[in-house]
């Protein structure tokens, strides 16, 4: 597929056929990564897989040290229960 690079606002813009698209697994609205690899630029499609956050990767990622403390969010300003 042979397109052009078009001005669109202060961007630039490229058009992708819909078969392009389809071809690669993309859907409208998708997000992509858009790198560049040996002089070219790739597109793909982002990771489709979700992680699953667990409280002990947070927890390890944190600088030792940390100790955990009470915040103080304010007086209750509605019907707060405390």
């Known amino acids: 597929m042979t397109t052009t690079i078009q001005k669109w606002g202060n961007s630039q813009g490229l058009r992708l056929a819909k078969s392009l698209l389809e071809e690669?697994?993309?859907?409208?609205?998708?997000?992509?990564?858009?790198?560049?690899?040996?002089?070219?630029?790739?597109?793909?499609?982002r990771s489709r897989q979700?992680?699953?956050?667990?409280?002990?990767?947070?927890v390890a990622r944190m600088p030792r040290g940390t100790r955990p403390r009470?915040?103080?969010?304010?007086k209750p300003q509605g019907k707060e229960v405390w």
């Open 24 to 45: 690669a697994h993309i859907r409208i609205g998708e997000e992509v990564e858009v790198l560049v690899k040996g002089g070219k630029i790739v597109v793909q499609p």
């Open 50 to 58: 979700k992680r699953r956050i667990r409280i002990e990767d947070l």
């Open 70 to 74: 009470e915040e103080s969010f304010g």
